[in-house]
């Protein structure tokens, strides 16, 4: 590749990888923590309401009833909340607001992999904290002073979860740094770290409406935090782009928040189909770390993680797979229908029958 | 502002203000370069058929579909467009991709004053040449060899615009640096640079649908250069969001692009309303460059910029005025429809009687 015009800061970037997103959509898909059921149908009223002859007018910059009604639902105030282009871009804002160059900041070595992309990006400090051994979260060496931290929770790959004392010994630990708590999954069985925001002004937590609320393909993601470091984010999204929602967004965002009712059904549905895959796979002789995310992370004695991928997706069903050191021999299971995790759980027992 | 936990760098960062989006819609918005006309009604079907229980998957990151639907409207190849969300987010993606650290960026000192913020954030050094006193563009001082050069054509919010012989010689003043011509408004009259982008390894052009595609509401922009360059600012976009534009966004852009015959109708009734506002305005005693946008740029002698925005805005009109040297007697107003425009030219006689 020329690289001739790009810029001296980007010369040695390596961009995050996505899940891969088929064309021809004749696989089980498990492999981008999609939800499998749609999104309320008050969702794609509202969208179609929306979708008029207003789309000609620029969509509100501040995203103000968005704001409203997700602050709301948490029993927080608007200007506790940003809103932007799905939880990716909400956390490329934030790591710009809050890191500081040569002040490093710190994650694990095994959590979202678009983390360490982010503090390339923007050449930041980093250090990747290694996990212990079982996957649990090395909490003593989160608690030296840094110029940041980022806990995933539910943690993805793995589905393990920190309990919020944790959470607030790691706050408490350094006051004067932002903790960033991604809640990307949280929605599917861990205790929100939401409820400690109006003690701690340090911490933010994001969240997405891709995963728990079905829409991954309107891209509506948003962080919480204090009214200062909230400030700081909307500063760096209108020196960037002021209005990353676009009209139908805000619409079905603020629709898909609303209702609780259907938000609570589709969720309850993932929780039980995953409990009930954790004890098939467990009966096939897998390794499944308890989840409280819409994934699973799951290893087999008998068969390494490239080749179960590869197995799976020959038998039609679409995983996620890692080439990174620690974890080649996991697999990442989005949680999808009964039917889809029965026909995965069929196709692993396949598999092993080799 | 307490900015504790706001990074170094963004400790003195002034964003871009956009113009007023009202809420309650009593104006005549002449203040943000919106269309007057809706979206085809091809966009607004293509958007309906589109809202359905897809939305729960991830768009495709690639953004593949519109691309090939820009590459043959222009006469490109696929690998020769970049999308993103809206052309405010593809320009300081741009900017981040082709400009380094230390190396000056040069463009107007009236101009889209969005070009300054992101160098801010980015902390780029930058230069603004004064525009000549006729507010016409100083060719000459960008044939200095620079770091990257900016070029909005036509330019707002003066509307003049820079003939391509002009722009071939910065582009061949320094073949190594990269030139950004920012045509969100060519579309309205000016002839596009993207003839020149098979010749020309180092022109990047910038565009937008919020404008003469009437989709300001939905946020789709793109960028136009040669692979090696596009590759750069995929590289960027990656590291920092996926999946900017949403599947509706997708859609409406895909169904924009390919209704010609609406475009085209629209874009000549927005052309023929300027022709016959800037004629009328010439008459009450305006001075209006000629414009090959959207909107026109007007002073009066007798009353001063901010004076007349107010009166405006006291008579249900809404137009750009810019706190900013050499423009405060200036007053941008966009296009509307015949009939806006008359209610304006009203306002502004009215304003004039005193």
Redesign the interface.
């Known amino acids: ?10 010369q040695d ?6 899940g891969e ?1 088929p ?1 021809d959509r004749v696989f089980i ?1 498990l492999n ?1 923590n ?6 309320s149908p008050k ?2 009223e509202a ?2 309401s929306a ?11 501040e995203a ?1 009833q968005l704001r409203q009604t997700i602050a709301e639902y948490h029993g927080l105030t608007p200007e506790q909340v940003f809103c932007g ?2 939880s ?2 909400v956390l ?1 804002l934030c790591f ?6 040569g002040r490093r900041v710190i994650f694990p070595d095994i959590t979202y992999s678009f983390y360490p ?2 503090a ?2 923007f050449q930041l400090d980093f250090e990747e904290i290694p996990l212990n051994e079982d996957f649990s979260f090395p909490v003593e060496k989160f608690l030296r002073g840094s110029g940041g931290a980022v806990v995933c929770n539910p943690n993805a790959p793995t589905g393990r979860t920190l309990p919020l004392e944790e959470i607030c010994r790691i706050l408490e630990a350094d006051p ?1 740094r ?1 903790v960033m708590v991604d809640e990307a999954y949280a929605d599917f069985g861990a205790r929100s770290a939401v409820e400690l925001l109006n003690r701690y ?2 911490l933010v937590t994001v969240h997405t409406l ?1 995963k728990s609320r ?6 509506v993601g948003y962080a919480l935090g204090s009214p ?2 909230m ?2 984010v ?16 805000l619409a ?1 965002g603020e629709a898909a928040i609303r209702d609780v009712e259907y938000f609570e059904e589709s969720r309850r549905k993932v929780m039980a189909t995953r409990e009930r895959t954790t004890a098939r796979l467990r009966e096939l002789g897998f390794f499944v770390h308890d989840s409280n995310a819409n994934f699973i992370f799951i290893t087999h004695p008998a068969v390494g993680g490239k080749e179960l991928q590869q197995g799976l997706r020959d038998r039609g069903v679409l995983v996620r797979w890692f080439d990174k050191p620690r974890i080649r021999d996991y697999l990442r299971v989005s949680i999808g229908t009964d039917q889809e995790m029965e026909a995965m759980c069929r196709a692993c027992q396949d598999i092993l029958k080799g």
Chains 1, 2 share one sequence.
């Open positions: 590749m020329d690289k001739r015009f790009w810029s001296s800061r980007i970037l390596e961009p995050y990888i996505p997103q064309k898909k981008t999609e939800n499998p059921y749609p999104p969702v794609l969208i179609r979708a008029d002859e207003t789309l000609r007018l620029y969509p509100d910059p103000s282009n799905g990716d871009e490329g710009y607001a809050f890191f500081s160059p992309v982010y390339h990006l004067n932002v002004p340090n891709s079905s829409l991954a393909g309107m891209r200062e470091v400030a700081a909307r500063c760096v999204k209108n020196s960037f782009n002021s209005y990353p929602l676009d009209r139908l967004a079905a």
